[in-house]
């Protein structure tokens, strides 16, 4: 028999990332030693003590059936907690709270939830991809790149956003420019989508990677007519336990579940188990845990290491204050191009065209290799001609 892809999937590009490792593979064949800063996962470990909570919880037979596609309500109210004491916001843990497997899934499912066919979905060009692939083209909406500007500092503009649209999707500390924003910002955008009538999808993924004191505000600071999205990913380096939360409007958050209820069955109870005590890290005023600050210790050497290097050989790159990432101009005419030089020194960067046309001749590196490694990779590139 001939299968074909339905014409939905036909219009999807290839995921950004899997054509990456098709081309990185090829190289590790050859036998090349690959420094790999492309995917955003952390090299870094969980911490034990989330680790040792997962273990005795997926030992207790009732952690082993299915949890509910809204998630367990102890972590709905752990969650709420965090809120509290991170942000000092009540939420209700009932109905303004869904645990997510990975914040990926929720920002797919919303559109699903809220998009009509002919919609229009509002996505900042660089961004993650998600927001105009899956999104958009699975609900036969339409979807307006709205550019990042360097000279605007990465921030969306909403005087260049359509009226009318019936979402848009933000997200600061920023995939992939590293670019954090302030709450007056949030503020700005918030109002424009009340004013517009359009459903602010706010993706706070990064919100605890940040550097040099900066704090990363909520969108429910600005205002509770929005939807956050959070992850235990990056945070606690997690990205394998799969698991996110969303966290804001009523109506929003039902639709959410309402569309996970029909998709999913739930994040596994014992990894829910262990995002509680993960969350139980955080201090009774927010303050962040010694296992986050020692992680961002080492991001921020990394970072140092590698900004300063690039810097060494003419680059202009900002110092990111939240991310992991590090984004400049190659000064090549294309990313793909200086990828690919990259590349035949064993090096993978991510091209920055591929998080939105107009980031063309940009470049991003995940700080996911430790100093040495980031060392070794600016010799490298001493040594071909940098
Ligand atoms: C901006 C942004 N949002 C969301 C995600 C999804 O993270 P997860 O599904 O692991 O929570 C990522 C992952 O890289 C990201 O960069």
Redesign the pocket.
């Known amino acids: 028999m001939e299968y074909e892809f339905s014409e939905r999937l036909q219009k999807l590009p290839p995921y950004l990332f899997v054509r990456l490792e098709e081309m990185t593979a090829k190289k590790r064949a050859e036998g090349m030693d690959i420094i790999d800063f492309g995917i ?1 996962d952390p090299d870094l470990p969980t911490p034990d003590v989330i680790v040792d909570e997962m273990y005795e919880a997926a030992k207790v037979n009732k952690n082993q059936k299915y949890s509910s596609s809204a998630g367990e309500r102890d972590l709905r109210v752990a969650i709420a907690d965090w809120y509290k004491r991170r942000y000092g916001l009540d939420v209700d843990p009932d109905t303004e709270v869904c645990v997510t497997i ?4 929720a ?1 797919f499912n919303i559109a699903q939830a809220f998009v009509n066919p002919g919609d229009t979905i509002i996505a900042p060009s660089p961004g ?1 991809p998600v927001y105009s692939g899956a999104s958009t083209l699975f609900n036969e909406a339409k979807c307006v790149k709205v550019p990042l500007r360097a000279e605007k500092g990465w921030l969306l503009d909403v005087d260049e956003c359509p009226k009318g649209a019936k979402m848009l999707y933000l ?1 600061y500390p920023n ?1 992939p420019t590293g670019t954090t924003c302030d709450l007056d910002y949030l503020k700005k955008v918030y109002k424009w989508c009340q004013d517009n009538d359009t459903i602010l999808c706010y ?1 706070n ?2 919100c605890e990677m940040t550097f040099d004191g900066y704090s990363a505000p909520s969108i429910l600071q600005a205002g509770r007519d929005a939807i956050e ?1 959070g ?1 235990f ?1 990056k945070t606690f380096n997690m ?1 394998g336990f ?1 698991l ?1 939360y969303a966290v804001g409007n009523k109506t929003l958050i039902a639709g959410l579940k309402k569309c996970k209820g029909q998709i999913d069955s739930g994040a596994p109870i014992f990894i829910q188990k262990a995002a509680i005590k993960a969350l139980s890290l955080y201090g009774k005023n927010g303050e962040v845990p010694e296992v986050i600050k020692k992680n961002m210790d080492e991001y921020a050497k990394r970072r140092e290491a590698l900004v300063n290097g690039l810097r060494s050989f003419g680059f202009d790159v900002p110092m990111p204050k939240g991310t992991f990432y590090v984004w400049f101009d190659s000064k090549c005419k294309t990313s793909i191009e200086f990828t690919e030089k990259m590349l035949d020194l064993g090096i993978v960067v991510t091209p920055g065209s591929g998080f939105g046309e107009s980031a063309e001749g940009y470049v991003r590196i995940a700080i996911t290799q430790s100093v040495d490694r980031i060392n070794e990779a600016l010799d490298r590139m001493r040594k071909g001609g940098f």
Request: no cysteine.
């Open positions: 955003g990975g914040s990926k899934e920002i993650y997200n995939n993706d993924a990064y999205f992850s990913s990205t799969r996110g």
